[in-house]
Structures are given as structure tokens and as C-alpha cells.
């Protein structure tokens, strides 16, 4: 059984937050499915940077003699927002020759960690 996943985080959350909530909807759709285990086959994380609204700042200078010189800055924020996509597949017993993870296992810390009910 394969799905494909998506967690598209924001300005504030970090690329590691998303893994985390990936990695806690997969264990979800595993156990709402029916499985124990799953293994990730393809990941892929992109980070976007988004720039906020700039500000530009002239300042300018006269000499004695009349020569003027100006100079322009701009000011902004950059954020990045990561997004990590990954497909799955499911298996109800542990499997011995690739890696799975253990739906309950994931499930339990990770709501701990995240402080969730």
C-alpha cells in the first residue's frame, strides 16, 4: 500500500518540526489502516524563501561645492518554509529486511514531545 504524504510548515516552524508531524500523520494513516509498521520509500523536503514586504532608506549628502550623493537601502525579511513530502508503504507485521517504523512507537513519542492529546 503506498500514499503519498505532504506537511507544508510556515515562518515558524523548522524543518525538523515538519519531519516530525510527517512522520506522525504516516504512523496515523498506518493504524487507521489496519498496519503496524511502515516504511518510508521516497522523501523529499524543499525549502521555500519567502521575502517580506522591503523598505527602502535614501540618505543623501551635499558637499560645499554642491555634489550630491545618495545612497538606497533596502530592508526586508527572508523566511523559510520547509515542506517535506514523502511516500509510505504499510505492512501489519515488523519487517526484518528494510527499515519500518513502528506505527505506535511513533505515535506515543512523538504526541508526548508535541505535547498533543
Known amino acids: 500500500m503506498y500514499r503519498l504524504w505532504d506537511f507544508k510548515g510556515n515562518a515558524f516552524i523548522s524543518k525538523d518540526e515538519v519531519s516530525d508531524y510527517l512522520l506522525l500523520r504516516n504512523s496515523k494513516l498506518t493504524l487507521n489502516n489496519g498496519f503496524s ?3 518510508i ?3 523529499d523536503l524543499t525549502i521555500d524563501e519567502i521575502q517580506t514586504g522591503s523598505t527602502y532608506e ?22 523559510k518554509k520547509p515542506t517535506r513530502q514523502n ?25 508526548e514531545k508535541y505535547e498533543i492529546d
Open 58 to 79: 535614501t540618505t543623501g549628502k551635499v558637499s560645499a561645492t554642491g555634489h550630491y550623493k545618495a545612497t538606497t537601502e533596502s530592508r526586508g525579511s527572508t523566511f
Open 37 to 39: 509498521y511502515f516504511a
Open 87 to 111: 511516500k509510505i508503504v504499510c505492512f501489519k507485521d515488523k519487517r526484518e529486511d528494510i527499515f519500518v517504523y513502528d506505527a505506535k512507537f511513533i505515535q506515543k513519542n512523538l504526541k
Open 41 to 43: 520509500v521516497s522523501d
